[in-house]
């Protein structure tokens, strides 16, 4: 099965972006969609949008439609997630997932505070 | 598409069934057929694991103390026998639409 591995944590300030990165391993970047979720602290979780790495369309949760962008490098085996205009209530651990939900990235850690 | 989850908690004994149900604001029928209900397991620290597809499929290398079942709107997940390992908290989640996740049900031991 192929992994999902994410960039590291980062701190954020309130009012700025941050750009998350998940690369998959192996030759091929196959999923129908890659799928980023986030789940704040002690939260459930909520669906931020997709990207189907084939051909870069996008389909996003309509509460982040005008602050989240998600892209992907085919040649890279690498999707994004940047979340723009950070609150606090922001702060978050972000997955990458693939179709199906089988198969998640490890996480990353986005403290957001002023 | 609201997800709704009860209990919020579940004190189990080890050894003991455990059941957990999940119920959808509308149905989760597609288009083509198939019912997109998920369930998850998160342990504390890591990231979820699927356990459950299309209502009753387990996936591979889950247990079979585990099982789904339900339709419509109205699904569970049951365990048959509660081990150890089986703490934590699960999650149901449609796919039917744009993915929603249900609260979450902490499972502990008594």
């Keep these: ?11 954020k300030k309130t009012g700025s972006s941050v750009k998350v990165s998940c690369k998959g391993s192996g030759n091929t970047f ?8 986030r789940q704040a602290p002690g939260q459930a979780f909520e669906w931020m949008g997709w990207i189907t790495p084939f051909n870069g369309n996008t389909n996003y949760a309509q509460k982040f439609q005008d602050r ?11 999707a994004y997630m940047e979340l723009s205009s950070l609150r606090s209530e922001d702060t978050a651990m972000y997955y990458c997932v693939g179709d199906g939900f089988d198969n998640w990235g490890q996480g990353t850690l986005v403290p957001v505070s002023s | 598409i609201v997800m709704t989850q009860t209990p919020l908690s579940s004190p189990v004994t080890l ?7 999940c119920r959808s604001s509308q149905s989760l029928v597609h288009s083509d057929g198939n019912t997109y209900l998920s369930w998850l397991h998160q342990r504390p620290g890591q990231p979820p694991r699927l356990l459950i597809y299309k209502i009753s499929n387990r996936f591979s290398g889950v247990p079979d103390r585990f099982s789904g079942s339900g339709a419509g709107t109205d699904f569970t997940l049951k365990i048959s026998r509660v081990e150890a390992e089986d703490v934590g908290i699960y999650y149901c989640m449609q796919g039917t639409q744009f ?6 049900t902490k499972v502990e031991i008594k």
Aim: overall charge positive; charged content about 10%.
């Design chain 1, 30 to 37: 196959t999923y129908r969609h890659l799928h980023w979720v």
């Design chain 1, 68 to 78: 989240v962008t998600i892209t992907r490098d085919r040649s890279l085996s690498t």
């Design chain 2, 99 to 104: 993915p929603v996740f249900g609260g979450g």
């Design chain 1, 1 to 11: 099965q192929m992994q999902l591995v994410q960039s590291g944590a980062e701190v």
């Design chain 2, 15 to 21: 050894g003991q069934p455990a059941s957990i149900s």
